[in-house]
């Protein structure tokens, strides 16, 4: 595997506690048609610019069983506001149409492989990923995007189609590793195309 996790890879298994307190692994979303897995956070620019896009496209295919899951693997020690009792003020606030996990020890993050957030991965019905990158071309402001690569993906895998671009590179703020300088990230990481 490359650092970031490869088109038809599994989804690696978590065990990670929500917002609303209770413990999620991948078999709470077995019934998914499909699933998105995203990396995110409460204090990131391009996550606050675009989480009402993802809002959109979490509600608008709800109903065809495509289902948003967040992960925040952020280390509040380097931004406080990253921290589980800030994810459970704003999913209060924002009501956002997803199950808001913690990756606190940032395990998962390392797992899938996780660059920016925000980092969207999607996944057939049999957790195999299908397209992985970004949601939007501008998710500092969601009202200027020209492309909407996640939602094509989406369109096409309920079309039976294709994915006609599978691997966008995300864009966004580079995850925040503990221990590590703000913009540090590892090594390895790379832009996937």
Known sequence: MSYTLDIGHVAPDFKLKATDGQLYSLDNFKDAKGLVIFFTCNHCPYVIGSNENTRKLAEEYKAQGITFVAINSNSPNTYEEDSYDHMVTLMEKEKFPWTYLHDEGQKIAEKYGALKTPHFFFFDEHKKLIYT??????????????????????????????????????VGCNVKWEGKPPHWMPPEACDLV
């Open 133 to 170: 990158g970004r949601a939007i071309d501008t998710p500092r402001d969601h009202t200027q995007s020209k492309t909407h690569e996640l939602k094509d993906a989406i369109s096409q895998f309920l079309d039976h189609k294709q994915i006609f671009k599978p691997i966008t590179n995300p």
